[in-house]
């Protein structure tokens, strides 16, 4: 059974989610590549401001393609999550709680992830035209010269996604792993 998770992510509802658990995102999340990350560190430094609001704010690190005449946005699969490693502790102190991507995280990341008490779900590769029939609003927000890289404001329903490293560092990534070195 999925569960459902509502964007924004409370530390307590992101508390509530375990290592393995399928959910179905609905709510607000915003877009964030490296290069919007790099940007929003340094304007924050600048202005002590991000360009949305960190509480308990949901990144699903994507560069969407163009849309086509009559949808809202083009194909957004998920990128590479350790190219945001270096930016994610920072924004989860200031109020993060919840990013999408794929691949493995950094050990200090998800030692920020348990101090901090955020998720880290994972959006499956390969699948950017499905999870794009997720995104029914997308509305540029910061950094419009970066492109597919600018910041996004979407609003998602069933966003389909598992939870890949809980608050207590559980981290499917490890955790399946060691279950094929026993075969």
Avoid: C, W
Wanted: hydrophobic share 40%; aromatic share 8%; net charge positive.
């Amino acid at each position: 059974m999925d569960i459902q998770v509502k964007a924004p992510l409370s530390k307590k509802e992101a508390s509530a989610l375990r290592a393995g658990d399928i959910v179905k995102i609905t709510g607000i999340v915003y877009t964030s590549r490296d290069a919007a990350h790099k940007r929003m560190l340094e304007q924050y430094e600048k202005t002590g401001k991000f360009p949305f609001d960190m509480e308990n704010a949901v990144i699903y690190y994507a560069g969407p393609a163009p849309a086509k005449p009559g949808n809202v946005i083009g194909p957004a699969g998920p990128t590479t999550s350790y190219r945001m490693d270096s930016y994610a502790p920072f924004l989860m102190e200031h109020g993060q709680t919840g990013m999408i991507g794929k691949g493995a995280r950094s050990k200090d990341v998800i030692e920020s992830m348990k101090k901090n008490k955020a998720v880290y779900f994972a959006a499956t590769g390969g699948a950017a035209a499905l999870i794009s029939s997720h995104i029914k609003k997308s509305e540029i927000i910061a950094y419009e010269d970066l492109g597919a890289e600018a910041i996004r404001r979407l609003y998602v329903e069933d966003f389909p996604a598992i939870v890949v490293i809980d608050t207590e560092g559980n981290n499917l990534y490890e955790t399946e792993k060691a279950k094929y070195r026993t075969l």
